[in-house]
């Protein structure tokens, strides 16, 4: 599936235009996975960067990633095979992000990687794939927070969005670019959907690579999240033993009750009997 | 709202962290001041100061059992470098009797948390025969599992644990 990259450029009817001005340009959402490297043309690029510079939230991040972009631009101009648009036509965003990624987590320019290039379009039914990712639909706020985030969403494009939220770890398909760049743009269309962030936090690959800017801060975020989990766990532990013990004596006390009624009414009866038993004794032997 | 009730113990990640899916077969229950612990219940050290009485139910006094109380969390749940700290070992607790007729490898040491809220586990293992089993040279570092296996003990047959934080309360971080 993966494999068809630059192929499917070819095959694909849709204009270049769509995976990069997600925003701008319709064609975006709607190319079939457009997986390969498609040429994009000079004009979204503009409109991309804005939008990123717009939603970013953190800048140190941000810059950068300007940075590390601009130096893999040209590092990934040998790759032509992947992904690849973004060097010509988005020398910030695009190619450099697969390549990244699949050099490496530890090697990830930035947490903003997402805007990876194509948008193949999430409504992508690639054969291969599942139902189109929820994941794109990040909203720009999730970019901020943590690599790891962007990190799972990038396993998620890789893996072919095959489980929305799952961690495919290992999805490092090259012909993933097509997945990502879906990505991108409907992250900056649609507002966040609390539903696609829980799509990441499930992931463990969260644990890994925080964004070399803000170490401490989501270093900090994962232990505190990784604390919540624990805490929520053993709050549902005890409600799951004090439940049982509930069942236990509601059943007990029926049992007992049960047990009572027949009582009183052996007492009952025997009452009876002896009441006719006096009278019938009531004499001595004089 | 939970069809299924699970487990405290895998919900507490006990299973999975010390000890593999087992299916409980012995009655075990612990007593600290007379007072049973249930699994997953929250208890200050100065509760577990003492050594817990141990019931081991059952009817068949040849039977032995192993006990084993760790602490995974050590020195603090979310950075666990000394997982499974050990706090006791006793071994060839005849059934229906408690800890103090078997033979106490490692005694008993009251949990000290400092940090974060740990988990305290006491496995049960039931054994084949009466058998000699060497202290570990030191506590932290345990490996319930290993140990089980290196000593032909099998399965767990029961388990509980419980959560124990600073006397003071406040095992939150202290740094960052």
């Known amino acids: 599936m993966w494999c068809s990259e630059q192929d499917s450029n070819t095959t694909n009817p849709n204009p270049v235009n769509h995976t990069f001005g997600s925003s701008s340009s319709s064609s975006s959402r709607s190319s079939p996975s457009s997986k390969s490297s498609m040429i994009f043309p000079q004009t979204p690029r503009r409109s991309m960067e804005d939008v990123w510079k717009d939603i970013s939230l953190m800048t140190p991040l941000q810059n950068q990633y300007h940075q590390n972009n601009h130096y893999e631009n040209q590092h990934h101009n040998q790759h032509q095979n992947h992904i690849h648009l973004s060097d010509k036509s988005n020398p910030s965003y695009k190619g450099m992000i697969l390549q990244d990624f699949l050099a490496g987590p530890l090697n990830r320019p930035v947490s903003i990687s997402p805007p990876v290039d194509n948008q193949a379009s999430p409504r992508i039914d690639h054969a291969t794939w599942l139902p189109p990712i929820p994941t794109p639909n990040l909203p720009p706020t999730s970019l901020s927070l943590k690599s790891g985030l962007e990190f799972g969403y990038l396993g998620n494009s890789q893996s072919s969005n095959s489980s929305s939220g799952d961690s495919r770890a290992t999805g490092r398909a090259s012909g993933t670019s097509s997945i990502f760049s879906p990505g991108l743009s409907d992250m900056i269309m649609n507002p966040a959907s609390p539903r696609n962030i829980h799509s990441f936090y499930p992931k463990k690959r969260i644990t890994e690579v925080p964004a070399i800017g803000n170490d401490r801060r989501q270093r900090r975020m994962i232990k505190n999240r990784e604390s919540a989990a624990r805490s929520r766990a053993r709050k549902q532990a005890v409600t799951n033993v004090l439940e049982q013990q509930v069942q236990e004596l509601s059943q007990q006390n029926e049992e007992l009750k049960q047990q009572c009624k027949e009582l009183q009414l052996a007492i009952e009866g025997k009452k009876q009997c002896t009441k006719h038993g006096l009278r019938r004794s009531g004499s001595s032997k004089f | ?176």
């Not at chain 2, 600290?32 to 139910?57: D, H």
């Not at chain 2, 603090?76 to 700290?85: G, I, L, W």
Request: charged fraction near 20%.
């Open chain 2, 1 to 176: 709202m939970s069809m299924s009730r699970i487990d405290p113990l895998v919900l507490g990640n006990v299973v999975g962290d010390i000890v593999d899916p087992f299916y409980p077969s012995a009655s075990f229950k612990v007593f600290y001041n007379n007072k049973e612990m249930t699994s997953g219940s929250e208890l200050k050290p100065s509760q577990v100061a003492l050594e817990p009485r141990v019931q081991i139910g059952g009817r068949d006094m040849r039977t032995l059992y192993t006990l084993v109380m760790v602490d995974p969390d050590a020195p603090s749940p979310s950075n666990p470098t000394k997982r499974e700290y050990l706090h006791w070992l006793v071994t060839d607790i005849p059934e229906t009797t408690n800890a103090s007729f078997g033979n106490e490898v490692v005694p008993y040491e009251c949990p000290k948390p400092i940090a974060g809220i740990h988990r305290f586990v006491l496995v049960l293992f039931r054994q084949t025969v009466r058998q000699t089993i060497d202290a570990p040279g030191w506590r932290s570092n345990f490996n319930t599992r290993d140990f089980a296996q290196y000593n032909n003990l099998g399965s767990p047959v029961a388990a509980v644990f419980f959560n124990c934080q600073r006397e003071n309360g406040c095992g939150g971080r202290r740094y960052r």
